[in-house]
């Protein structure tokens, strides 16, 4: 007779998502996007301490803190692990799954309780400038944040048990409210028992909602589906840097750039080219990559100040961008259509370079002129060249390679 064992059935979801999750995750951290991060990351850090320096007494640390803080700490949901057929064939053993669910919370909240620690940490010298560079709080702030954490996971966990999703978002605003008051007082050095007050608040809550909730069925539905978004989220931004096989492309009409297709003379030696900007408008998210790319460094240089730097961020995200584009050279790899067309295959190589250095052309122009808003004309100059040069480079011997290894 099968007997049912939660705890396996937990150990084996939670080992197949990590497994899944790392699968890619070492494509994102490669060595270039580890050496991208660690620069970007020092930069960061340099202009925050010469930031700090700069802040008057009466900065409202306070205020920012409680609120970056309160977005993290009211979004509390439970990592399940459940699958889309878990709906059928687990829910005549919902009665024997509280241990999965439970150990599905604890993860949950080491998971979360993680990244507040982080965030928390990189926030506390802001606390300690208007506090005299005192650091000695961190584990007091520390230790009602995870009170607060946890206090908002087994909430969030019985508000799931509602159908109706008027009450999810009723009870996220009123978390929201109460974890904003119990920061601020945090942050702003009040007195303990005012805080002590509103967890008890928080506390009452949960008491209510575990009475309420008690008779109530687990809401598979919601569960699943919360974690198939989780899963399609990761799997998008995994795709940013390697071809993720199941996320499934979505497609983008963007009638507004159809002016690139009109340029595109009708002709054999152009069929594709026709088919790479197609691609590359309205599938598999390569445009909104590109923009988000530019986005991101125009903003770093708009904010740095030391000229060589602006020209190594224009010529390092232009190879960045590069990198992310390289896979829309296999988007037609499985189309078998395509090797019917009587064109030459070396039409193919040729239209997929033009665009690439179309593309990698502009973003470089982009971020030159807005170095050169800045007033550096002189780095502006010299970004550009180094780009028109790296892109040269790039496009006749890196993707060429790449191109010979399929």
Known sequence: MFEFNEKQLWRERAGQTAKEYGQYLKYIFNGHLVIVLVFLLGTAAYYYQAWLKTIPNDFPVALIMSFILTLFVTNSPTYTFLKDADRIFLIAVETKMKKYFLQSMMVSFVIQGYVLVIILAALMPLYAQVHGGDFSQFWYLL????????????????????????????????????????????????????????????????????????????????????DEKRLASFYRFANMFTEVPKLRNRIKRRRFLDVLFNRVPYAKEKVFTHLYWRTYVRAGDYFGLTIRLTAISGIFIFFLSFGPGQVFISVLFVFLTGLQLLPLWNAYDNKLWITIYPVESSYREKSFKQIMASILGSQGIILSLIIASKGDWMYALISFIVNVVFIIFFVLFYINKKVKNG
């Open 143 to 226: 230790i009602v944040l995870l009170i607060s954490k946890g206090a908002n996971l087994l909430i969030r966990w019985h508000i799931q048990y509602y159908v109706n999703v008027r009450y999810h978002y009723i009870d996220t605003v009123v978390r929201f409210l109460i974890n904003l008051a119990i920061l601020y007082l945090l942050f702003a050095d009040s007195s303990p028992l005012f805080i002590l007050a509103l967890l008890l608040i928080m506390a009452f809550l949960l008491i209510y909602f575990q009475k309420a909730t008690s008779n109530k069925g687990v809401k598979w539905e919601y569960l699943i589906e919360q």
